[in-house]
């Protein structure tokens, strides 16, 4: 399977590009987004491929961030999303909106979205709620000092899941301003917190 593709756009629009690797162009079904954050044509470009395989289907679909594409990877698991609306919906809500209006219930703006009726929304909220976690934006921990990105990247290796780590840091920075101030102790307590 293709999973990653580097070489020169030869072309790019709304939903497509095609990107020469090797000496063979590749076409790519892409998102808005994407298209949006593409270099010029002529420019070197990587993107993260998924490769979607039917009997009678090979297609590729490319993604410049790999948030992205791990997102239409979930919305493709969704009993009656299929690859093709998985990219209209990533077109129509950019990650951060959607993740946020399936963690949220928000069937108006998942409607909003052109392929998208109420029943597929509340499917797309009921399968998808509690498995976007690790995809959402990391909220910073409010006013946690310039070594919490470190601490949460650290606990995040240890094996511990963000959002849990998150509020470790939140948590021992709360009860410690000082920690702020040091890596060492901020590990320490944010590791004690969520052990805890």
């Known amino acids: 399977m293709i999973a990653h ?15 020469e690797a090797g000496g063979v162009g590749y076409e790519i079904a892409i998102s808005v987004p994407t298209f949006g954050a593409l270099p010029g ?9 998924h490769t979607h395989v039917r ?11 790999l948030r992205e594409k791990r997102l239409f990877e979930r919305l493709i698991t969704v009993s009656g999303v299929g690859p093709k609306l998985a990219v209209t ?14 963690r949220g219930g928000d069937h108006a703006a998942l ?17 998808l709620k ?12 409010q006013d946690a000092g310039r070594f919490a990105e470190d601490v ?6 240890l094996g511990y899941p963000r959002p849990a780590a998150q ?14 101030q040091d890596f060492d102790l901020l590990f320490r307590a944010a590791l004690a917190a969520i052990r805890s």
């Not at 949460?152 to 290796?157: D, F, G, M, Y």
Request: proline share 6%.
């Open 111 to 127: 409607t909003a979205v052109p392929g998208i009726g109420k029943r597929l929304a509340e499917r797309l909220v009921v399968e």
């Open 167 to 180: 509020k470790a840091i939140a948590t021992a920075v709360e009860k410690n301003k000082a920690l702020r």
């Open 41 to 49: 044509e002529g420019s070197e470009v990587a993107l993260h491929i």
């Open 5 to 19: 593709l580097r070489g020169r756009l030869l072309s790019k629009q709304p939903q497509q590009a095609v990107l």
């Open 55 to 65: 009997e009678d289907t090979l297609a590729l679909y490319g993604f410049l961030d």
């Open 152 to 157: 949460l990247s650290a606990l995040v290796n």
């Open 130 to 141: 509690d498995k976007l976690e690790d995809l959402s934006p990391a909220p910073k921990p």
């Open 89 to 102: 919906v990533l077109s129509g809500l950019s990650a951060d909106p959607l993740i946020g209006a399936i």
